[in-house]
């Protein structure tokens, strides 16, 4: 934040979503298997995973910072994987 005029800051937009992406985390489940019952339920409001900043998966990974595997990946899923994984940006 770069002034404080009578208790209101006063900054850049840039600032501001930089400082957004800095601590959120956008998801992209990758789930294979029986396991995706677990990743929804720690997704889910029981135990609001949102808190931790990683509330809303993307469906695109291109748009998200963390790939979660959640399930068995085979030698016929593995090119699908990386795949995926070379479409997500750099940190």
Not at 30 to 45: L, N, R
Request: net charge neutral; proline share 5%; charged share 20%.
């Amino acid at each position: 934040m770069d002034s404080d005029y009578g208790g209101f800051k006063t900054t850049k937009f840039d600032s501001v979503v930089n400082w957004s992406r800095k601590f959120s985390l956008f998801q992209y489940p990758f789930v294979t298997a029986c396991c995706g019952m677990e990743y929804m339920a720690a997704a889910c409001s029981h135990y609001d995973i949102s808190r931790f900043g990683a509330e809303i998966p993307r469906f695109s990974p291109r748009q998200a910072d963390v790939l979660w595997v959640v399930g068995t990946i085979t030698h016929k899923m593995s090119p699908i994987l990386k795949t995926i994984y070379d479409q997500m940006a750099d940190p």
